[in-house]
T-cell receptor
Framework: DGGITQSPKYLFRKEGQNVTLSCEQN?????MYWYRQDPGQGLRLIYY???????QKGDIAEGYSVSREKKESFPLTVTSAQKNPTAFYLC?????????????FGQGTRLTVV | AQSVTQLGSHVSVSEGALVLLRCNYS??????LFWYVQYPNQGLQLLLK??????LVKGINGFEAEFKKSETSFHLTKPSAHMSDAAEYFC????????????FGRGTSLIVHP
């Protein structure tokens, strides 16, 4: 079945550590996105990529990094510079940014700093 | 710039009653509009979308929404609530002719009482 796979589902990080969240899609979608979700704040865009080897900062990119070496994969690294990383992280993709494309979402990764 | 306002962080209805979730948007160009549903600890699932054409849009699970340009609204309705409709609902907007990156509202939690 086609879809978006995020792993792991739960992740615990110690203070000062970098962690990487995986996002893989087999939908042949061009665009991929990372959102952060906090209670009562909706979804905030961290990074997005519309083509391979290119990505753009979203509204809250500080403390995060991404890569897009393959069309199928868009991993997110939460660095130690991110002061409050505990949140629910959602990866999404869409067929083409300009073709009325609704975003399809993965199941999310819940990151907790311990 | 685009933005979305969802009125009411929580809406409570009885089973069988009308569901009305409100969404107002701001966009400098004709928008694409979306409603998503999220169950606990899961990703977002597309309920319906408006792109062009008919302003009354029907989606899954008996939901529908009407695009009203004059009111800049895209309210979500369902004639009769079911217990399984209890979830978080997000309205989103993306601007045509731009980056098409969806911007999300803060979400409305639908509570259904027996």
């Amino acid at each position: 079945d086609g879809g978006i796979t995020q792993s792991p589902k739960y992740l615990f990080r110690k203070e000062g550590q970098n962690v990487t969240l995986s996002c893989e899609q087999n939908l042949n979608h061009d665009a991929m996105y990372w959102y952060r979700q906090d209670p009562g704040q909706g979804l905030r865009l961290i990074y997005y990529s519309q083509i391979v080897n290119d990505f753009q900062k979203g509204d809250i990119a500080e403390g995060y990094s991404v890569s897009r070496e393959k069309k199928e994969s868009f991993p997110l690294t939460v660095t130690s510079a991110q002061k409050n990383p505990t949140a629910f992280y959602l990866c999404a993709s869409s067929l083409k940014a300009d073709l009325q494309g609704a975003a399809f979402f993965g199941q999310g990764t819940r990151l907790t700093v311990v | 710039a685009q933005s979305v306002t969802q009125l009411g962080s929580h809406v409570s209805v009885s089973e069988g009653a009308l569901v009305l979730l409100r969404c107002n948007y701001s966009s400098s160009v004709p928008p694409y509009l979306f409603w998503y549903v999220q169950y606990p600890n899961q990703g977002l699932q597309l309920l319906l979308k408006y792109t062009t054409g008919a302003t009354l849009v029907k989606g899954i699970n008996g939901f529908e929404a009407e695009f009203k340009k004059s009111e800049t609204s895209f309210h979500l309705t369902k004639p009769s609530a079911h217990m399984s409709d209890a979830a978080e609902y997000f309205c989103a907007v993306s601007e045509t002719g731009g980056s098409y990156i969806p911007t999300f509202g803060r979400g409305t939690s639908l509570i259904v009482h027996p």
